[in-house]
């Protein structure tokens, strides 16, 4: 009977092991795609901080008479790609991936804050940006709906 039990016990610890093997591959999965989305996002941004022109005209904001409201400079360009790349690097070591010992404030806070900073972006500014945005005809505006807020 005990026999048994312990064979029970194997089993359970085996399911157990199998789900937590699961889990963990769907951590870096997940992690693996968010941090590619973060670098590949990132790569654009450096493209266009080099003088690159191609997508960029559908990714400013514009008015209704299709004047830019912001004008991004190169800077402006690599500041908002390092700032993407450390996003995908830091999902990376929160998942285990890349082992760096960093602050546990940053640890336990980073994701929140990166996730905070990507509501705010989707809230807007209610009038150009954001599923809260009034103008929505430009062609910013249109893109801005459909692929950027999502």
């Known amino acids: 009977m005990n026999s048994e039990k312990h064979k029970c016990a194997i089993r ?3 399911i157990v092991t199998y789900l937590y093997e699961i889990i963990i591959s769907m951590k870096i999965l997940t992690a693996s795609i968010l941090s590619f989305i973060f670098v590949f996002l990132a790569v654009i941004h450096i493209y266009w ?14 008015k209704v008479n299709n004047k830019p409201i ?7 360009c690599f500041v908002v790609a390092i700032a993407l790349l450390s996003f995908g690097v830091f999902v990376l070591i929160k998942a285990g991936i890349i082992l760096v010992g960093l602050p546990g ?4 806070y980073g994701l929140w804050v990166i ?3 990507f509501i705010l972006r989707a809230i807007g500014d209610f009038k150009f940006v954001g599923f809260l945005k009034k103008i ?3 062609e910013f505006g ?3 709906t459909k692929y950027y807020s999502p």
């Open 115 to 117: 996730a905070a900073l």
């Open 12 to 14: 359970g610890s085996n």
């Open 136 to 138: 929505k005809t430009t």
């Open 105 to 108: 404030w940053l640890l336990n």
């Open 49 to 62: 901080g080099f003088g690159g022109k191609s997508g960029s005209a559908a990714t400013i904001p514009t």
């Open 142 to 144: 249109l893109m801005d």
């Open 70 to 76: 912001i004008n991004p400079g190169k800077i402006d």
